[in-house]
Structure formats: C-alpha cells, structure tokens
C-alpha cells in the first residue's frame, strides 16, 4: 500500500480548512499555512485524513482497515426483485432499520430485463434479519401482495433518506432524488413521503439536471453544515466522477461542482459515491464509492473516502472489500456498497455495513452484512519495531479536561502518550515516561500520566500529542469535559 503521503491531501490544506474557511485560491492556501493551531474543541476526530499527523516515525504508519464479512442479510428472491436488484439504502429509524433498493431482473439467454424496474423495501428489528412486508401499495403480476413502494419513473435509483431537519415539515419527513423523465425532461427529481412507504413526486420540474443520472444519486441533511447536500454521477472525458451541490430548501441547489481529491489519486471511474456524515463525527463525511473497472469485466469494488468540507476528499487506494470477500463479488457489477453505516442493537463498539454479490450470476443476488470496529475505518498502526505519531499543535480548549483515545494493541504491545510544547519539549509530568504503559481494546479510554488524567490546568494553551505505539493501533482521539 502506498504511503500516507501518496494517499491524502496535504495536511497544509486541511489546517487552512479548518482555520479560516475553504479557502478558494491556492495562493489563500500558501497564506494560512502558519495558522493557527488546530481548534479540535471536543469533536471526535479520526485518522481518516493527514489532519493531526505532523510526523510518523518508524514503522508508525496510516493503516486502512477491512469491515469483517458477516452473514447473508437479504436474498431478492421474489418475482418482482431478481439478479439485477441495485442501489440499496439503510438507515436507522427509531427502533426498526428501513431498506429500499431497486427490483430487476435480467435474462442472461435473451439478454433483456424480464420486468419493469421497481422500488421495493424491507425492514428490521435487529439489523441482521430483514422482512419484507406485504404493503398493498402497487399491483405486480395482478397481485399486490409485494413489498413494492414506488413503480414508473425514479426506480431506477431511489435513494430515500429521514430528514432529520428541525424544519421539516411532517408530510416531508422521508424525502428522496432519483433520476426520471417526467414529461421529457432528464434530470433528478424530488420525492417525498409522510411515513417513507407512501411516496409522491415533490415537484413536476427536475431539481438538478447537470450531470450523468444512471447511478445512485443521493441527498441528505447535513446537521453540521444545517443545509443539504447532493451527490450524482457524471462524466469528465469519458471518465465517471462524481458532483455535489447544496441546498437550504431541497428544491433550489446550487450549480454541482466536481469533487476532487489528493494531487496523486488517479483519474479512475467511481459509480456510486454513498456519501453521509459519520454519526459519531458528523463533521467528517464517509463515502465508500463503487470504483468501476471496465476493462477487466464491467467488476466494481469500494473504496473508502472522507472530506471536511463536502467536496474535497481524502480517497484511498486499496478497496476496503475485495473480490476475495465471500462470495460471488467478482463478475459483473457484484461488489457495490449499499449506502448505509448503522449501529445494530448489543454491538455499541462496532458498525455494520452491506455490500452486494452474485449480480447478474442467478435467479436472485444477496445482500451481505460486514462489520468494523467503531471508527474503525483507519487507523494509526506500528508494528513490532515500534513507531510515534506526533500531531500538528493543537489549542486546548475550555471543555478539554482530559484525553479519550480509541486504540488496541495486539502481543507484546503497548501505547503511551506525551504532551508536549508546539516545539517539542514535553510538559512536566506529562513525558512519556509517566504515562504507564497502555495495553488491551479499548473504544473510550482516558489517557492518565502518574499523576492523573486531568489536563484541565493546561485549557488555553497550544500542545502538541505524541503517540508511541508497539503492536498497537490507534482510531480516534477526543478532547472532552470531564462530565460525559
């Protein structure tokens, strides 16, 4: 896997992002690279980015993580689903998991779809076992016991989501994009819905018409933000990519703009995108877009990327679940990532993720369930010979009382932390040499030094960590009060 260095933005972009603002010109970059230090006030922050790596030393390095494949979680056995079923969607509702995902069918022999696309749903207790209910909503083969939610345009791609914005009107609390061509006229259209199973068209006209529509184009609130975002599918040169507006009313979005990445990530096709903010940090965005490898039979595997402002985006090489993964994720467009990150009842310290197999391969395709460690995405990682990770500076704030950290060390490991001036010299009683060593798994751990854990005495002044590690990892970082 290539280095830290070849895979991230620069961390200098990162600091003038969260200094002053996206800054707009490259010269308005250069200006802030002496900003002032990181403000973390008491965020969760993962190492998902170069943000809080000033140096890694040794064998330290940043380490992308693999979700642990799980049990089979739907089969789209019924007449009206099939081999082609795409496009799923999850998401937590209360005390139930809702899934809405596309019903298709294609005949391998006669090489056309058996039967119109439409948009079917299931739900779940526990996020392991789904039904599908029978909803009477539409007819299918004379029968409308199905679990059918929407037929005619936009089932191609219906991506619905909970919007979660204080202002949302009750009959628009479930809301959706997808493309269509009411009357004619491409683009994507806004759906909405008063209970997420009763679905109508939110306006005649497209809300977004820029752009390459035949993919799983998505929309969300963005508490952080407090407006929402969009994400769809185009094409630059030949090359599929993704673009992103935003909107105050989910009617009116601004003009999409391309998304872009580190200097060295390569033009490659990206079909989905899956974007959403990361529940614990919903400051940072997660997306786990599909990349489509067209020359080596139309295959399709996720990879993992991450931003701090929407648009630009921390993108990683290695796909976060291989062709290896069982099963059946090798043929043609078999190994998408649905669009969904959840926390399942009795696993607080893990979140689950789904990704399909056996597209186009039978009667029917799965849906698998895999499984990360909270914040588990990427970590810092030394080996046997041991390494340090030593952040940028960082302003303590008036809530950082003590420092919780995410980490695990494996046989023979260790981890300790330092606190040390922005120049390096470490603050009394705070050297690594107080902190005892920590060992075991842990996801919320106070750091401690021989004294105790309490920082409170240093709240305004500018550190900087420095993390040693053996046979260790470490996912995430937090500045907290006390009182949580």
């Known amino acids: 896997m290539k280095s830290l260095s070849h895979l991230a933005f620069s961390r200098r972009a990162f600091l003038a992002t969260t200094a002053a603002g996206i800054a707009s010109q490259p010269w308005q970059v250069r200006a802030q690279e002496k900003a002032a230090a990181l403000d973390l006030g008491t965020r969760l922050e993962l190492f998902v980015d170069e943000l809080l790596i000033a140096k890694l030393t040794g064998d330290a390095k940043s380490h992308l993580h693999q979700p642990e494949p799980k049990d089979v979680a739907l089969i789209t056995d019924e007449p009206w689903e099939g081999n082609t079923c795409a496009y799923y969607t999850l998401f937590q509702d209360g005390s139930r998991y809702r899934m809405y995902y596309r019903g298709s069918h294609w005949d391998e022999t006669a090489k056309r779809a058996t039967h119109p696309e439409v948009t079917c749903y299931a739900e779940s207790k526990d996020g392991i076992r789904w039904d599908k209910p029978t909803l009477g909503l539409f007819e299918f083969g004379g029968s409308k016991k199905n679990n059918i939610v929407w037929m005619g345009n936009g089932t191609h791609c219906f991506a619905p989501f909970k919007d979660e914005n204080p202002a949302c009107a009750p009959a628009a609390r479930y809301k959706a994009i997808s493309s269509?061509?009411?009357g004619g006229k491409k683009g994507l259209y806004a759906y909405h819905s008063a209970d997420g199973l009763r679905w109508q068209l939110q306006?005649?006209?497209?809300?977004i018409?820029?752009?390459?529509?035949d993919s799983q184009n998505l929309a969300f609130w963005d508490e952080h933000a407090q407006m929402y975002r969009e994400y769809h599918r185009t094409f630059v040169n030949g090359v599929r990519a993704i673009m992103t507006g935003t909107s105050a009313d989910f009617l009116k979005w601004t003009p999409p703009q391309l998304l872009t990445y580190q200097p060295s990530a390569p033009d490659e096709h990206l079909y989905t995108n899956t974007v959403r903010p990361y529940p614990r940090a919903p400051h940072l965005l997660i997306g786990f877009p599909a990349r489509f490898l067209p020359k080596t039979g139309q295959r399709v595997e996720p990879v993992l990327m991450a931003s701090r402002d929407g648009r630009r985006f921390h993108r990683w090489a290695t796909p976060v679940i291989p062709e290896t993964a069982p099963k059946d994720r090798g043929g043609n467009r078999s190994n998408y990532m649905t669009w969904g990150l959840v926390t399942l009842p009795g696993r607080p310290n893990h979140l689950s993720v789904y990704a399909t197999?056996?597209?186009y391969t039978g009667p029917s395709s799965r849906?698998?369930?895999?499984?990360?460690?909270?914040?588990?995405?990427?970590?810092i990682r030394a080996g046997a010979a041991g390494g340090e990770l030593i952040t940028p500076p960082i302003k303590l704030g008036q809530l950082a009382e003590r420092l919780e950290i995410n980490f695990?060390?494996?046989?023979?490991?260790?981890?300790?932390?330092?606190?040390?001036?922005?120049?390096?010299?470490?603050?009394?009683g705070r050297a690594l040499d107080n902190c005892p060593p920590l060992r075991g798994d842990r996801v919320r751990h106070t750091v401690s030094w021989k004294q105790d854990g309490d920082i409170s005495t240093?709240?305004?002044r500018t550190v900087r960590l420095r993390f040693e590690l053996k046979n260790a990892d470490l996912y995430s970082l937090r500045l907290q009060p006390w009182l949580t």
């Open 209 to 213: 018409t820029e752009g390459a529509f």
């Open 408 to 428: 695990a060390t494996r046989e023979e490991g260790h981890l300790r932390v330092a606190l040390e001036t922005p120049e390096g010299q470490p603050l009394p």
């Open 180 to 182: 269509g061509y009411p």
């Open 357 to 359: 197999e056996a597209y």
């Open 458 to 460: 240093l709240k305004g």
């Open 203 to 207: 306006r005649e006209e497209p809300v």
């Open 367 to 379: 849906v698998r369930r895999f499984e990360y460690r909270v914040d588990g995405f990427v970590s």
